[in-house]
């Protein structure tokens, strides 16, 4: 799959929960790996501050992002709508400390998307792959958010209040898709009990019942009800049953529930990549949801590139008949086995090691490495059928190395390993020549890794 970015840019406009400001914000097409970016554009110098968990400096009834001075709130409603319909690349221009709350939903932005467009890049997706179970817990509130291994992104989300019209609630999102029609619409709620607390904490300056559902569930005198309403600046309302006091209709029985799997969403997207995992949430809020998310940043960092998945039970893409009708090399120096994965600027190659290769005679006759040479001439193998696929008749074209740079070996390879090589393109393809990329895994652990250069030359 490609990256993606916006077609065209498009402007929201609205008020922001916290501040009351009235605020405009731009949502821009970005390049290639470019991820979330929100700029200050009402701020000297114009910083730009990335959306990603470690820049996350306060949760307190919503994420906010700061690098240095600048920051950035109530970002998680337009970072779910970029992450569910899976735009990559986007450069946000913001003038004011937060994004507008438009209805309190992510539907305004999700609407807006959809109508200027979405538009694939000449670079893949960089997919985080969830391989064990990433658990985060707070025993002080109950809280936990984990993740298991699965295929695609999926969210399940367990709520519960000490309320009477809002209790126990379960939402979920089994297929990322079901992001537009069932979660978009579900708005942010507060208790009317919350209220003057938070205006007391300088937020919800911009809150009233158009972009908030308001919960009723605790008893209040009338004086005390037109007193929060003042504070707020809504007209004085009557109340004499525990609900809703909205004049609209919920969404969903359960869009409470749904709100906080959109904000779980919008909270994941600060990891910086598209996930492929089952994500389960119990009681989830901005805070256990942010460091849920720099648990997985963590994780990624500890592995920048993962071990390519292997299923040996998988057809391949190329299999050992087809690499010898496209590589010039024979026994017993043909060292990759078979093609399982390729991409437009990658290649996964696999290498069963076995006692019977030809070098474990001499390397070592009572210790058997595989030489780290020829680990690095395998992973040249894979790279020459990653370049000869951008040739028509490849048969008719060879590859040679040039150039081999930053070669390390980190574990010994053995007989019984199966090598799982990974090659991609550190450039373009120029003049013939290819700068790539080459780690090297046996199981999860990198083995090997260089960098080196190639050519591509007719055969005479």
Known sequence: MKQTTLQD?????????????????????APVNHGYKIQRVDLPGEPVIDAVAENVVDSNRGTVVAVGDASVSTIEHSMAALYALGVDNVLIKVNAPELPILDGSSKPCVDAIQKVGIVEQDADKDFYVVKH?????????GAKIMVLPDDEFSVEVKVNFNSPVLSNQYASMEHVQDFVDEIASSRTFVFVREIEPLLAANLIKGGDLENA??????????????????LMGVPHRKVSEYGFINDFDLVASNEPARHKLLDVVGDIALIGRPLKGKVIATKPGHTINCRFAKQIRREIKRQHVQAPIYDPNATPLMDNVQIRA???HRYPFLLVDKIIDRGASYIVGVKNVTTNEPFFQGHFPQEPVMPGVLQIEAMAQTGGLLVLGTVEDPEKYSTYFMKIDNVKFRQKVVPGDTLIFHVSFMTELRRGCAQMKGLAFVGEKVVCECEFMAQIVKNK
Request: proline share 8%; with cysteine; charged share 25%.
């Open 9 to 29: 840019s498009f402007v929201l406009e609205g008020k922001g929960l916290h501040t009351g400001l009235q605020i405009k914000a731009e949502f821009c097409p």
């Open 133 to 141: 179970k990433i658990e985060v817990v707070d025993p002080e509130t």
């Open 326 to 328: 496209s590589l010039p």
């Open 213 to 230: 559902l308001v919960i009723y569930d605790s008893p209040l005198s009338q004086e005390q009800l037109d007193h929060i309403a003042d």
